[in-house]
């Protein structure tokens, strides 16, 4: 649920306003923590917290503006259109996926500990749950047909599409260790705190190899993200 839920917010939102989201449930990953297994927030670690949400608020700020003059024109009386129906669909995903994404967070944390998973199960045991699911969906809704195959998957570039499949799928099988390992060895807030900070070199790469436009918010938002990673680093050593 949480993989379709982001696939769906993100089919209906700019992606600046889906990342403002997805670092909030950083706070409400935080919150489950220390009701699932008495972790403590100490005030470095909410001024963190807080940082991050206000860099991907920086980064999105153009596209957050355009949403709520939206949301103001509908308040005012004035007619809904489409661009706007669909960002709300797209909101409403947003927060199932919000909610979903840290429930599984969290569960993942808590199987660890009650069944000492080594980092190898999770990921598999992950896997092979999810494989059924994912077959079972893309049976019901994709096009299998010999000449959709074709289409997608032209003689030119076939062997190239397969490979680079291949690799995306070595990728993920990487995350999904890195991502056990980080959540059995810390805690579930760091992993997601983790997730949020790796956007940083991902923004100052498009500014380096696909000279994207430079801006004030955009270099804003790095310095804002690179202090938040240091204030929760400082935050952890001080534990």
């Known amino acids: 649920m949480a993989i379709y839920s982001s696939s769906k ?31 403590k927030i100490s005030s470095l670690e909410g001024v963190s917290f ?5 860099s991907s608020i920086l980064s999105g700020w153009n596209d957050i503006i355009r949403s709520l003059q939206s ?18 669909r797209g909101y409403a995903w947003m927060i199932v996926n919000c909610f979903c994404s840290a429930g599984y967070i969290l569960c993942i ?70 991502s056990a390992w980080c959540v059995r060895v810390t805690t579930a807030a760091t992993y997601s705190m983790v997730g949020a900070l790796n956007k940083i070199p991902v923004a100052m790469s498009g500014y380096v190899f696909f000279r994207n436009s430079v801006t004030l918010n955009g270099i804003l938002s790095i310095v804002v993200g690179t202090i938040s990673g240091i204030v929760y680093g400082i935050a952890k050593q001080q534990k």
């Open 9 to 39: 917010a993100i089919q209906f939102l700019p992606i600046p306003i889906y990342t403002v989201f997805k670092n909030l449930t950083i706070i409400l990953i935080a919150f489950g923590e220390t009701l699932l297994f008495g972790e």
């Open 50 to 54: 807080v940082l991050i949400v206000a």
């Open 71 to 88: 949301v103001i024109s509908l308040g005012n009386g004035f007619e809904i259109d489409a661009h706007t129906e669909i960002s709300y």
């Open 109 to 178: 944390r808590q199987r660890i500990k009650l069944t000492k998973f080594k980092d190898f199960d999770t990921m598999f045991y992950n896997s092979l749950l999810a494989t059924p699911i994912f077959l079972l969906l893309a049976l019901l809704t994709e096009d299998s047909s010999t000449a959709n195959l074709v289409r997608n998957f032209p003689l030119s570039s076939r062997v190239h599409k397969v490979f680079a499949m291949i690799l995306t799928g070595l990728g993920t099988a990487c995350i999904a260790y890195t």
